[in-house]
């Protein structure tokens, strides 16, 4: 695809679990793919902050398992990405931007790239193209710039930079250093000196400025990402990174394996409503909210309550007297938390993590590239799924070895492969599936096929399946 000369490049950062916002966000279905704010995504609200004029198309890094989820919000919302970049494993973010960088050079030595992550809410994204175009002559005469926040609150969840003197000609300070997240009390002091900025995570800076810097700093490093992309496999419209090579490095963050020896390391102070919604509080913070100040939103009754987030995907909520609280409910979860104990709610998850409780991993619905399913009901030897398959789509060409399955079609046309059978199936109409049989589900049709999947056998677990054939590419 054409790029304008002298664009910015920008490198959208889709990895993060995002588990402080459990219920809602889990592993296999983070933050920055849900709609919390308006009726985009994050990671798309992200992606069309850098649709204009001065931009290139942006270039996606995620991990595997939401390839398919990433790929369908970007064309929601009409913007074809450079490239979809998988990666096998999470190492931080200087490899994930060391990939960048090497791509983005060879198709030009001096290009300009943007970092930023998937999962940040800018009130004002004009304000913020226009820093980032403030501070793009810096960074192309060859300082690594990063972009410091202006604190409102002594925030102890973010990481703050320590800003030096301003640099002559332009809007940016030499960076003095990064620093960890404070308590309260050192919160305050970083407040009041007013030399201190909250640290967002995004970066400006040329390609073959930030692999020079790799290259002094962490050569072990770049030289994994060297192999890892040397060996990558181009599938559809993925880059697939070489797993051995990329998951023996030692990740690290930009901060740390570049900035803080860069000699040339710059912040550009920015204004422009940016939140990390690193936590609920966080969240309801930047939501519109009623006149006793709580969010509400879904199934919810809430008399004499202030200060709440309440937010119901599942069932009913009743919420009597509450005040700074947050009350979450998916369909298979609920948390009650106090808004100011929302930080410890990754405890949470560890926990439900370390007793295998599938809630800490998967959604309620879970979306493939062939549709979605939820689960209904599991008990001892069974589980009841809703399957909705795409029109057109289809599920891989598979068999299992310690399950079987009944399927009934409750609304659309099904095609069913089963052994060496075809059978057209419309509503109301069922077939059963054995153990060991090899079968397919496609939607011949143009509206979408529901169809309830029972599941009987002495495991029923995902990875009970054994594909034969796979039209997305999936092993």
Not at 135 to 162: C, H, K, W
Not at 270 to 289: E, N, P, Y
Request: net charge negative; hydrophobic share 45%; charged share 25%.
């Amino acid at each position: 695809m054409a790029v304008e000369p002298g664009a910015i490049h920008p490198v959208i950062l889709c990895g993060g679990s995002g588990t402080r916002l459990w219920p809602l966000s889990r592993a296999d279905y983070p933050k920055q793919l849900l709609r919390l704010i308006g009726d985009n995504t994050m990671l798309q609200d992200t992606a069309m902050r850098f649709a204009r004029p001065g931009f290139a198309p942006p270039l996606l890094l995620c991990n595997e398992s939401h390839r398919f989820i990433l790929a369908e919000q970007m064309r929601e919302i009409g913007t074809a990405p450079a490239r979809i970049v998988l990666e096998p494993v999470g190492r931080n973010t200087a490899p994930a931007a060391a990939i960048a960088a090497l791509m983005l050079t060879a198709q030009d030595s001096e290009a300009l790239m943007l970092i930023s992550p998937a999962d940040h809410i800018i009130a004002d994204p004009d304000g913020l193209t226009a820093a980032i175009r403030d501070a793009a002559p810096l960074a192309a005469t060859g300082s690594l710039v990063t972009f410091g926040v202006t604190p409102d609150a002594p925030e102890t969840g973010f990481g703050y930079i320590r800003r030096g003197a301003a640099i002559a000609g332009g809007p940016c300070h030499i960076l003095d250093r990064f620093v960890e997240k404070p308590d309260k009390q050192r919160a305050k002091e970083y407040i009041a000196s007013g030399d201190y900025l909250w640290n967002s995570g995004m970066f400006l800076f040329s390609t073959a400025r930030y692999l020079e810097e790799l290259e002094r700093c962490r050569p072990d490093l770049l030289g994994a990402c060297r192999a890892a992309l040397a060996e990558a496999d181009a599938e559809q419209d993925f880059l697939r990174l070489a797993k051995e090579p990329f998951a023996a490095m030692t990740g690290d963050s930009i901060d740390y394996a570049v900035m803080e020896d860069c000699g040339q390391a710059a912040v550009m102070p920015i204004d422009v409503g940016w939140s990390d919604v690193g936590s609920w509080r966080a969240l309801w913070q930047v939501t519109a909210r009623d006149a006793d100040d709580n969010f509400i939103e879904g199934d919810v009754i809430a008399l004499d309550c202030t200060s709440s987030y309440i937010r119901s995907d599942g069932p009913l909520i009743a919420a009597l007297g509450l005040e700074d609280i947050a009350v979450v409910a998916t369909r298979d979860a609920i948390l009650v938390a106090p808004k100011d104990k929302a930080e410890a709610v990754k405890d949470v998850v560890a926990a439900l993590s370390a007793a295998g409780r599938s809630e800490a991993e998967a959604p309620p619905r879970v979306v493939r590239p062939w549709g979605a399913f939820e689960g209904l009901r599991h008990g001892p030897g069974f589980q009841v799924k809703l399957l909705t398959v795409n029109p057109g789509a289809g599920i891989s060409l598979q068999y299992h070895n310690r399950r079987a399955e009944h399927w009934v079609v409750v609304a659309g046309r099904a095609r069913v492969t089963r052994g060496e059978e075809t059978l057209e199936l419309s509503t109301n109409q069922s077939t059963y599936i054995a153990t060991g049989v090899h079968h397919r589900l496609e939607n011949p049709g143009t509206e979408p096929l529901h169809v309830v999947e029972v599941q009987s056998g002495d495991y029923l677990g995902e990875d009970d399946i054994v594909r034969l054939e796979d039209r997305y590419g999936r092993s």
